[in-house]
């Protein structure tokens, strides 16, 4: 009878637990810097049934150690350690830590020759397109070496003297959003040099779909390198085995991998990200929107840059107030230095009550574009770099529905998933 009592009430506080966190929308409360040893409640311990790459620190420090090592590495380079022994006030007792992964092989004397950082730097602080620099860590004294802006790809003297490389970056499965266009050029980077490549795997929040237009070779830049549909349904280290297998390094050279793969993960499982993975994806709610308003980026409207909506609103100040009742005033940020219509009101449309997309939304850009009286200065040259195609933009502008645009999409969609499956490391 007591034990049954005990199994009952431990089911009730995990499903309560379980209830309370993905309830709980808004990452700014849970966050902290990295760089920090940090506590986690016993609660957040609990639900934490994904296993990271990062974390799984047995099956990789034996492959760096005796190495020197770069790494790839942001604000999401972190990793969780459970029953960690801490002293504190002369107690001892079982703790988990989360620490940056930087951090963490310096502690374990891993010897550390670089560090690279990606769009929006190695803290993570910098706006979307803003150059930059190199610099040095101040908490381990290591270099820091950009790779964005005119450095995009490491130079061969960037990369002397490193044994291993490590990719270890919390991607969001867009194919606009930057991370993979650096995950390519180290790869490349890497096989001219003949450096293995380690990925500490992570979750993709936005990989239990694929979906939009298949990125056309014209339009191939920074913003989409390779020709994969805008939400391309992969983790970083399935996304590194699709550039190798497709050949899509220069010469077609190919780059060493070893991937730690997730544990308990399938494309189907939600993932709460405990850490923004840049300045304007704040939550999981911008998260799931971010590959459906990202495309307000290419017109003369604001996808919420400026406010702590990024991502979750659009709008602009010659929006009928009749149909775009909500309005927010876009303000110099963390992020957004100078966002669209800054200290102008704006009339738009909050999503933040939104559920959970499964698809694209071109329905708000459809409604936003017809809605405007200056339909010939909607779209901007960027837009077609961000749909990957002209078609997007003339099938709007001729006033296609949603569900006639996303007919045209299907054939080559399922021609993509076909070639996604044999490099799918978890179940779809």
């Known amino acids: 009878m007591t034990l049954s009592v005990f199994k009952n009430t431990h089911f009730l506080l995990v499903a ?16 902290s810097t990295p760089s920090e040893v940090i506590r986690i409640p016993k609660t957040e311990a609990i ?26 590495a942001n604000q999401t380079s972190v990793l969780y350690l459970k029953n960690v022994d801490h002293y504190e006030n002369g107690i001892q007792e079982k703790i988990d830590l989360r620490l940056h992964l930087v951090d963490y092989l310096y502690k374990e004397k891993v010897s550390i020759k670089s560090v690279f950082a990606p769009e929006h730097g190695f803290r993570g602080k910098a706006d979307a397109g803003e150059v930059v620099k190199d610099g040095v860590d101040t908490k381990t004294g290591l270099p820091i070496i950009s790779l964005y802006g005119k450095n995009k ?3 061969k003297e960037q990369l002397q003297g490193i044994e291993m490389m490590i990719f270890d970056i919390q991607d969001v499965g867009a194919r606009f959003y930057t991370y993979i266009s650096t995950l390519h050029y180290m790869m490349e980077a890497c096989a001219e040099a003949n450096i ?34 805008v939400v391309h349904g992969m983790t970083i280290g399935e996304f590194a085995q699709m550039i190798n297998g497709q050949d899509w390094l220069a010469n077609s050279v190919k780059c060493e991998l070893t991937i730690i793969k997730l544990k308990n993960y399938t494309h189907q499982t939600e993932y709460s990200l405990p850490i923004k993975p840049s300045p304007n994806l704040p939550n999981d709610v911008s998260i799931n929107l971010y590959p459906s308003l990202c495309f307000f980026e290419g017109t003369p409207l604001s996808a919420g840059r400026g406010t702590e909506m990024q991502f979750q609103i659009f709008g602009g100040p010659n929006l009928s107030k009749e149909h775009y ?18 200290n102008e009101l704006c009339q738009g449309k ?72 044999s490099y799918l490391l978890y179940k779809r």
């Open 16 to 31: 309560f637990t379980i209830l309370t966190c993905f309830c709980c929308k808004s990452q700014s409360e849970k966050e």
């Open 47 to 72: 639900v934490k049934e994904i296993v990271l790459g990062a974390d799984q620190v047995d099956a990789y420090l034996p492959l760096l150690k005796g190495k020197k090592i770069g790494v790839v």
């Open 153 to 155: 790809k490491p130079s």
């Open 196 to 229: 293995p490549l380690l990925i500490l795997d992570r979750p993709n929040p936005n990989g239990h779909y694929i979906d939009g237009p298949i990125l056309e070779k014209q339009h191939m830049g920074f913003v989409g390198m390779h020709p994969i549909p």
């Open 325 to 342: 009742p909500f309005t927010f005033t876009p303000q110099a940020n963390e992020g957004s230095k100078y966002p669209k219509f800054k």
């Open 350 to 421: 909050d999503l933040r009550e939104n559920t959970r997309l499964n698809k694209i939304n071109l329905e708000w850009l459809i409604e936003a574009y017809t809605s405007t009286g200056k339909k010939k200065d909607f779209f901007t040259p960027f837009f077609a770099k961000l749909a990957g195609t002209t078609q997007l933009q003339e099938q709007i502008e001729k006033g296609y529905t949603y569900r006639e645009i996303r007919k045209t999409w299907l054939k080559d969609l399922e021609s993509y998933d076909k070639m996604r499956e």
